[in-house]
T-cell receptor, first 114, second 109 residues
Framework: DTGVSQNPRHKITKRGQNVTFRCDPISEHNRLYWYRQTLGQGPEFLTYFQNEAQLEKSRLLSDRFSAERPKGSFSTLEIQRTEQGDSAMYLC????????????FGQGTRLTVV | EDQVTQSPEALRLQEGESSSLNCSYTVSGLRGLFWYRQDPGKGPEFLFTLYSAGEEKEKERLKATITKKESFLHITAPKPEDSATYLCAVQVRSYIPTFGRGTSLIVHP
């Protein structure tokens, strides 16, 4: 296992289209996080899974965003009816369950909405 | 509300010119503080975890320290390949890392 894998690396879509991103975490990592990052900003938290349970969602996550982690393995993040403001880098991270454990990030999916 | 503030926003150094990056935090119940390096167009790369005041971690030219209110990332004799954005994140009760905006470091040869 070489780390967290995200696909696709880049996505260009037209406004109003739906997009789905996939994240494969490091095997045996129970926790999985999605973040969004725009230029010049730090990663902003979107949502968090422990195994298959989605335990927390940011208030930033509108109804157009949905995330799943079936069977506690890979995760998908779907954005419906994309808007230009959704253009950003979407980052996935995973970590072991337990106190004070660091998260390891994938390379991200760069979304451009035109 | 938990706050993480990094300074400076940007830093330019000459090769070999040592300096420090700051991460100030106001949180309740800190579980851990993390430093990451991020290259343009890539995901953050984990560097260090610090748990309590007085702790120090080192890796090559980087040394991270922490007090009850802030953490420093010291860069000794930097090289151009150390150019990157350095991110600080804190983890509190919910195990969700909260990030600062980062410090963009450029090291000129």
């Amino acid at each position: 296992d070489t780390g967290v894998s995200q696909n696709p690396r880049h996505k260009i879509t037209k406004r109003g289209q739906n997009v789905t991103f996939r994240c494969d975490p490091i095997s045996e990592h129970n926790r999985l996080y999605w973040y969004r990052q725009t230029l010049g900003q730090g990663p902003e938290f979107l949502t968090y899974f422990q195994n298959e349970a989605q335990l927390e969602k940011s208030r930033l996550l509108s109804d157009r965003f949905s995330a799943e982690r079936p069977k506690g393995s890979f995760s998908t993040l779907e954005i419906q009816r994309t808007e230009q403001g959704d253009s950003a880098m979407y980052l996935c991270a995973s970590s072991f369950q337990g106190a004070n454990t660091e998260a390891f990030f994938g390379q991200g999916t760069r979304l451009t909405v035109v | 509300e938990d706050q993480v503030t990094q300074s400076p926003e940007a830093l330019r150094l000459q090769e070999g010119e040592s300096s420090s990056l700051n991460c100030s935090y106001t949180v309740s119940g800190l579980r851990g503080l993390f430093w990451y390096r991020q290259d343009p167009g890539k995901g953050p790369e984990f560097l260090f975890t610090l748990y309590s005041a007085g702790e120090e971690k080192e890796k090559e030219r980087l040394k991270a320290t922490i007090t009850k209110k802030e953490s420093f990332l010291h860069i000794t004799a930097p090289k151009p390949e150390d150019s990157a954005t350095y991110l600080c994140a804190v983890q509190v009760r919910s195990y969700i890392p909260t990030f600062g905006r980062g410090t963009s470091l450029i090291v000129h040869p």
